[in-house]
C-alpha cells in the first residue's frame, strides 16, 4: 500500500521536487506547483478560522485555478469539498445543502448572492475574501489533526433516480488507490498536458486534477463557452500542446460530429481516454483515422467505485463488431457478474448485474443510509466475513472468449411486449447501421412504444429496415427520429427523457397549427 494517505501529498510532492514547474492553465493564467500550494494552504487557513475540520465545504465556482485552490483548501483545514455546478438552479443548492447538514459554501463573487439565497449569509462567503488570506501553518496543522486515509475528501452529487440530489462520499484512500494505478498504467509523465473537459462536478475530472498532479504533469482547464465552438475549441487543444485528453463520449462526439477535427487535426494529443457512456463506432473511427499514433483506451465505472474500475486499450486491428468490450479490471479491484440467482455468470453469452469489490470503493451516500445499504452489500458470492461490494445497476455479458461487455441498466430495462429489453442493445444494432452516427433509444410510457433518436444521413425506412434485419420484433422500435444533436445531462450523458419531451413538445405544437 503506498505511503500516501491524503490527496495533498501530491500536491506537497509536486511543490518541494519541481516548485516552478506549471501545474495549472485556465482562462485566466497560469500557476507552478509551488504557487497553487500557497493558493491553497492560504483558502485553507481562511476554512480553518471558519471551522470546516470534518465540515463539508461547497464550491459553487466556475472551474478554475480559484475552484481548484478552495477545494485542496478545503483539505488543508481539515474537511471535504462538494463542486456544485454554478449554473445549478438555488433550489438544487439548497437540496445539496440540506443533506450536507451545515456547510460553508464557497462562491464567485457574481455567485455569492444565489449562493446566500441557499445556504444562508453566515455560511457563504466569496473566494475573493479568501484569496489573500495568510498561511497560518499552526492552524492548518491542528485542523488536519486525527484527520486518515479513510476520511472524506470529497462528495459529488448525481441526479439521483427520484430526482433527488445523491451525494456520494469518496475518501483519500480511495482516490491514492485509483490514482496511483491510473499515472502507471497509461504512462502519464511529467511532460504530459492533460485537457480538463469535464466540469469539477462531474468525477472524470477527478482523473484530470489527480493525475496531473500525481505525475507532475499540467493541467489545461478548458473554457467552458468553447464546447459550443468545435473549431475553436479544437485550435485552443492545438495551442495549450494537450497531450492527454480523458473526456466524456459525448463531448468527443460533439467535436466529430460538427467536424471539428477536419482541419489541422490534433498533432499533440497521444491519449484519448473515453468514459460515461458506450462510444459509438463511426465517431470512434473518425477520431482514430485524425490521430493515427495516439493510444485510445474505453474506461467504465460509477462515480461510486472512484472513477472506473475498468479498462480497454483499443485494438487498432480489430474490428469490434460486437461492440467494445469494458476490459481489465484496474489493480486491487474485482468486478463480479451476478446473475438472478445470485451466482456467478461464467458461462459465454451469460448477463448478469456488474458487482465491483475493492478500496476504491466510495464511502457512501450523505445522510442516506437506507440508499448506501441497499447499493453497497456484502458480496453475493460468499458469506464467510464481511466484504463489501457495490452493486453497480449496470448488465453485463460475456462473450465466447470471456470479455465482459456493457449491455444497458437494470433500470433502463423495458418490459414490452412480454419481453425484458435493454434499449442500449437497441442502439448499438442501429448505430451499426450506415448513415447513423449516433442512436439513442427512449421508451414512451404513455404510448407503450420505442422510440429510436438518431444523428446522421439515414432514411426512416431503410434504417427500420436494417434494423428488422438484426433485431428480433420486440425490439424494432415503433418510431424512428431524426435529430441533428442529442440533449445532454449535467455530466455529458444523453437525456433519454429530454429527447421524449421535446417530440411530445413537437406534436403537441403540430397539433395546434392543424387546428
Known sequence: ??????????????????????????????????????????AGSAFANRGVRRRAVVVYMEKSIDALSAMLGALYAGGFYVPVDPRAPVQRLSRICDALGDPLVVADANLVSRAQQAAGESRTVSFEELRDAEANDHALSQARRGVTDADAAYVLFTSGSTGVPKGVAVSHRSVVDFIDSFVELFGIGSDDRIGNQAPFDFDVSVKDIYGSLAAGATLVVIPRALFSQPAALAAFLNAQRVTVMTWAVAALCLMT????????GLPHVRKVLFSGEVMPHEHLKAWM?????????NLYGPTEVTCNCTYHVIDRSRDYAEGIPLGSSFPNREVLLVGDDGREVT??????????????????????????AAAFVQNPLHARYPDRAYKTGDLGRLNDAGELFYCGRTDNQVKYLGHRIALEEIDRALEEQQGVSRCRCAYDDARKRIVAFYEGTALPASLLEGARASLPPQMIPTKLVQVESMPLTKNGKVDRRALLEDLARSRGKKRRLAV
Open 1 to 42: 500500500m503506498h505511503a500516501r494517505k491524503s490527496v495533498l501529498a501530491y500536491l506537497e510532492e509536486g511543490a518541494r521536487s519541481y516548485p516552478q514547474r506549471c501545474a495549472v492553465v485556465d482562462a485566466e493564467g497560469e500557476c507552478s506547483y509551488a504557487e497553487l500550494r500557497t493558493r491553497s494552504r492560504q
Open 257 to 264: 460530429g460538427l467536424h471539428a477535427l477536419d482541419g489541422e
Open 289 to 297: 483515422e485524425r490521430l493515427p499514433r495516439a493510444l485510445f483506451a
Open 347 to 372: 458461462q459465454p453469452g451469460g448477463v448478469g448485474e456488474i458487482y465491483v469489490r475493492g478500496t476504491s470503493l466510495a464511502l457512501g451516500y450523505v445522510g442516506d443510509e437506507g440508499a448506501t
